[in-house]
């Protein structure tokens, strides 16, 4: 039985011109899908959930490289997703993908990440969504086996849904498809960075800083997105926007805080 085609809203947060955004429509365009590319027109990783507020917007049509026209944006990734909804598609939207971000995001990355918040976006405007990511900042990516499994995941979303203020957060090993072993439903991890911040000085003598640093080498717990990835499989994570700490309700009640003046 054929799947029945989605009205698909695809964006990132590489930009409308990288790889792996394109790669996610070919293999959704594949799968039969009505896709639309909305996408900032230029790189806008680690951008978070940010939103525009203080300047206009600007949309202008992109020629794709298979032809096809796309959308890029003067905004970020968040802002993709409120123009495409509700002006490119007019709001008759079934699905909101984004990614394929080059570069990974497991554990606390997603609340940095524009790939996830691009889905977190959709969410809050009531369309069910997927944040996809290969984890890898390697030249050479192979995007075929994240945007073959995009699809098919994609393709589930005709016959279920998922809970309130929920999405799902996919993050692909940077491997042939053929070597992929399989996929597995996770958790969200924890990853420390290290040597996060290098500080330098210029020829003046003024101190200058880099932010970054590198992942901390220990061991990923079982059941983890860090953990699948790291062993081969694709991860899938639900990601919930409900952030309260629910298990440390009684105990902040215990402080005695509601008794405060
Ligand atoms: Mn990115």
């Not at 809203?9 to 996610?24: K, M, S, Y």
């Not at 959930?49 to 990734?77: M, N, Q, W």
């Not at 977190?120 to 969504?129: L, Q």
Request: aromatic residues 6%.
């Amino acid at each position: 039985m054929a799947t029945p085609s989605l009205r698909i809203l695809v964006t990132n947060d590489d930009g409308i011109h990288a790889p792996g955004i394109f790669a996610l429509k070919q293999a959704l365009d594949a799968a039969g899908h009505a896709v639309t590319v909305c996408a900032p027109d230029r790189p806008r990783s680690a951008s978070g959930h940010s939103i525009t507020l203080h300047k206009p917007l600007r949309l202008h049509e992109v020629t794709l490289p298979d032809g096809t026209i796309g959308y890029g944006a003067s905004g970020t990734p968040a802002d993709c997703v409120t123009l495409g909804i509700l002006d490119v598609m007019t709001n008759q939207v079934d699905l909101v993908v984004s990614g394929i971000n080059h570069g990974p995001n497991l554990g606390w990355d997603v609340t940095y990440s524009g790939t996830v918040s691009a889905a977190m976006e959709a969410v809050i405007i009531g369309i069910p969504a997927l944040a996809v990511s290969l984890a890898s900042y390697e030249k050479n990516i192979h995007w075929d086996g994240a945007a073959r499994f995009a699809a098919l995941l994609a393709g589930r979303f005709a016959t279920h849904s998922l809970p309130p203020a929920t999405l799902l957060n996919i993050n692909a090993p940077n491997l042939p498809q053929s070597e992929i072993r399989g996929v597995r439903v996770t958790t969200q991890g924890d990853r420390q960075y290290v040597d996060r911040l290098e500080k330098r000085h210029d020829p003046m003598g003024r101190p200058y800083y880099w932010l970054g640093g590198k992942i901390h080498d220990k061991e990923a717990a079982e059941g983890t997105d860090v953990k699948a990835v790291g062993q081969g499989y694709i991860s899938v994570t639900p990601i919930h926007l409900d952030l309260t700490a629910h298990a440390f309700l009684r105990d902040l009640r215990a402080w005695g805080v509601e008794e405060m003046p």
